[in-house]
């Protein structure tokens, strides 16, 4: 039996609009649990960011609650929520957030030194070794303006992961990378998953959403289907690839 790692309950994001309120997720029951890779697609405009935001506590949901280690993270000091960020959480997002005068390295090693729960030497090795598998080696002294944006997507995925995050929160996170950089980051997401860190992940691409072993699909802020698959296996990756298209075409994706 899996354990939760993080669980929703009747969670609900509303955005001020026109003098009116718009809902954009309602009443969302989700339990994600320990050492997954869960996924979640569904059309653009579902509510997929604002879910990830809201579950992340990087914004806070307008109703509901969000459980992490038994406490509410909606209702969490800015203090106790960014604690939580630096020690226990990974983000990933479409904007990059790069620190522009610190070089690739510093930007990644800083977040680690913000954890807690890591030294700064493992930090630096860790860093290095992160460096090396996401192929920026070369570049690492270069300040973000000075690389190319994949390099820079590359770069804040490193820094994403640099803590060792328990929770990793993705929103499209290859989105802007060529085939080989996206196969690269999926290389490393999946290592670092079966490793037991968890990760919860939006994409609209078939070939990310393989790695996944639960896919979700949010329609109008809702959680409309589930599918759960076995444990990624390259060998499998055709047969996976079949089962993701039907069930997809089967939620009108
Ligand atoms: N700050 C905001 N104020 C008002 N409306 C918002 C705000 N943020 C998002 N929305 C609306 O909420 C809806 C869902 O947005 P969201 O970004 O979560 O969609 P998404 O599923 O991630 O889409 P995409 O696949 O294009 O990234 C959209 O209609 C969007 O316009
Ligand atoms: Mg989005």
Not at 198 to 214: E, K
Request: with cysteine; glycine share 8%.
């Amino acid at each position: 039996m899996k354990e939760s790692i993080l669980s929703a309950k009747g969670l609900c994001k509303s955005f001020a609009h026109n003098g009116g309120q718009v809902h954009i997720l309602s009443h969302v029951d989700l339990t994600l649990y320990q050492g997954d890779f869960t996924v979640i697609m569904g059309a653009s405009g579902s509510g997929k960011s604002t879910l990830l935001y809201a579950l992340s506590g990087m914004d806070r949901a307008t109703a509901g609650e969000v459980l992490y280690n038994g406490k509410n993270i909606v209702t969490m000091s800015e203090k106790e929520l960014s604690t939580l960020r630096s020690n226990d959480f990974g983000f990933i997002f479409q904007q990059l957030h790069l620190v522009s005068n610190l070089t690739l390295f510093e930007n990644i090693v800083i977040s680690g030194y913000l954890s807690k729960a890591i030294t700064g030497e493992t930090v630096r090795n860790y860093a290095e070794e992160l460096i090396e598998k996401m192929g920026i080696k070369h570049i690492k002294n270069h300040l973000p303006a000075q690389v190319s944006g994949g390099e820079q997507q590359r770069c804040a995925i490193a820094r994403a992961v640099v803590h060792n995050p328990k929770l990793i929160f993705a929103d499209e996170p290859t989105g802007a990378l060529n085939r080989h950089n996206t196969i690269e980051v999926l290389n490393l997401l999946t290592s670092i998953n079966e490793g037991g860190q968890s990760i919860l992940m939006v994409t609209h691409d078939i070939h990310v959403a393989l790695r996944a072993n639960r896919i979700l699909y949010l329609e109008d802020g809702k959680i409309i289907g589930e599918l759960t698959l076995p444990v990624f296996c390259p060998s499998e990756e055709r047969s996976r690839e079949t089962q993701i298209s039907a069930w997809l075409h089967s939620m009108e994706w």
